[in-house]
């Protein structure tokens, strides 16, 4: 069964400091990825995807995610946070068609960036 | 363009009492998801609708849960009778097909009292 596990519950940066927000994955087949950010009391956002190609995915707001198919992880990363940056970020993995194309997520991570 | 509707945002029920859920997914969608996310964790599907059909609903408690998608438009999803622990956000996301990226509603934060 495919999985998703984040393994910091929060993460706390200063702005303008690099943020890193960490996932790995275990999944059958080739993986499909996904990073999502919720803003309280609202829907799940799309950030950005690997699906095939660089590893390195670009997306919203500045947010780039390394995906690294030997540590099966695919961590997001800002270069330099912002207060506004601040909520709960889920990492999410598609599994093949045989699973239903299923989308599991991890648990989140909470974000507090300080001025 | 309108994103994923739903309502109502917020509904307080007491426990044994009935409720729905609507939501209107983005125009052109063909697959629509229902989620259950329990506060401070993901979201967990319960049903995946294609078009009218509901092609994926293993994780959908039948014995109190029902959701319909009948024009294969919008969908609404029901509890009968509702327990304390369905306390959670409901969330409803919609796609183009079913490898499409998935966009959200904001939820419908339900509490069971």
């Known amino acids: 069964a495919q999985s998703v596990a984040q393994p910091e519950d929060q993460v706390n940066v200063a702005e303008g400091n690099p943020l890193t927000v960490k996932c790995t994955y275990s999944?059958?087949?080739?993986?499909?990825l996904f990073w999502y950010v919720q803003y309280p009391n609202r829907g799940l956002q799309f950030l950005l995807k690997?699906?095939?190609?660089?590893?390195l995915v670009k997306g919203s707001y500045g947010f780039e995610a390394e995906f690294n198919k030997s540590q099966t992880s695919f961590h997001l990363k800002k270069p330099s946070a912002l207060v506004s940056d601040s909520a709960l970020y889920f990492c999410?993995?598609?599994?093949?068609?045989?699973?239903?194309?299923?989308?599991?997520f991890g648990g989140g991570t909470r974000v507090l960036v300080k001025p | 363009e309108a994103g994923v509707v739903q309502s109502p945002r917020y509904k307080i029920i007491e426990k044994k009492q009935p409720v729905a859920f609507w939501c209107n997914p983005i125009s052109g969608h063909n697959t629509l998801y229902w989620y259950l996310q329990n506060l401070g964790q993901g979201p967990e599907l319960l049903i995946r609708y294609e078009n009218e059909e509901a092609v994926d609903d293993s994780q959908l408690p039948k014995d109190r849960f029902s959701a319909e998608r009948l024009k294969g438009v919008d969908s609404t999803l029901k509890i009968q009778p509702a327990e304390l622990g369905d306390s959670a956000v409901y969330l409803c996301?919609?796609?183009?097909?079913?490898?499409?990226?998935?966009?959200f509603g904001p939820g419908t934060r339900l509490t069971v009292l």
């Open positions: 999410a993995v598609r599994g093949t068609k045989a699973a239903g194309n299923k989308l599991t």
């Open positions: 996301a919609s796609s183009v097909n079913r490898v499409g990226e998935q966009f």
């Open positions: 690997y699906i095939t190609g660089d590893n």
């Open positions: 999944v059958s087949g080739n993986p499909y």
